[in-house]
């Protein structure tokens, strides 16, 4: 059965001589692995258009088992503006890796998709420092990891919140701090990025908070997923 769906190309891989096995976050149908035959070759008609990070309009033909086959595939946006940069393409990659290990195949969710859109046209329109830990705090929370920010995660009470424990599942007053000791401007980057002021927090510029606020995004998303993001390596480099 042929069916058509919007999607971002996550990541690839070779299959054989001449094909790639293409994975997918679609808006329709969730995560989607797909053969695209051929596309290693010179002269094939997908050429770039499936790389990492494309924005594709796409035709598949629902396979038996568990891949499907690409057989057509428009660009929609091929974010030039993040490719030509080698510090956005490293943000870009841990906002794909973070989302291939989140999404699970078969199951819809076209918020996840348009977070994921959303994420990487703010990464090309501005590579500020909150941009990716900003995009690991939001979608946690849309996997319902949302931490605990406006009062101690362990005894209710409103603070001063002085602490960020991963167990606890949010900010700690001074009787129970453990975890990592946080900064009032840290707490408040952290309310204003899952409080509704997300375009406020993005055009923050670097300081200690911005690189405490990334430190502990990496490490939430890394204890969610119970596993080291390879992305984050580049991060580092870049």
Known sequence: MLYR???IVLRTYKLGEAD???????RGRGKVRAVAKGVRKTKSKFGSRLEPMSHVALQLFEGRGELDIVTQAESIDHFRLIRDDLDRIAHAASMLEAVDQMA????????????????LRALAEHNGPLVVPAFFWK??????YRPILDTCAECGSEGPLVAFDLDAGGLLCADDRRGTPVSPEVVDLL????G??????????ASPAT???EHLATRAMEHHLERRLKSVTLLDRA
């Not at 979608?139 to 319902?144: F, K, W």
């Not at 509704?196 to 510029?205: D, F, I, K, R, T």
């Open 5 to 7: 769906d919007e999607g």
């Open 20 to 26: 790639r096995i293409i994975v997918f976050v679609t």
């Open 104 to 119: 699970q195949e078969g199951e819809v969710s076209p918020r996840l998709f348009q977070m994921l859109l959303g994420g």
């Open 139 to 144: 979608l946690l929370a849309l996997e319902g």
């Open 191 to 194: 309310r204003r990025i899952l």
């Open 196 to 205: 509704g002021q997300l375009g406020a927090a993005l055009n923050e510029p």
């Open 211 to 213: 690189i405490d606020v």
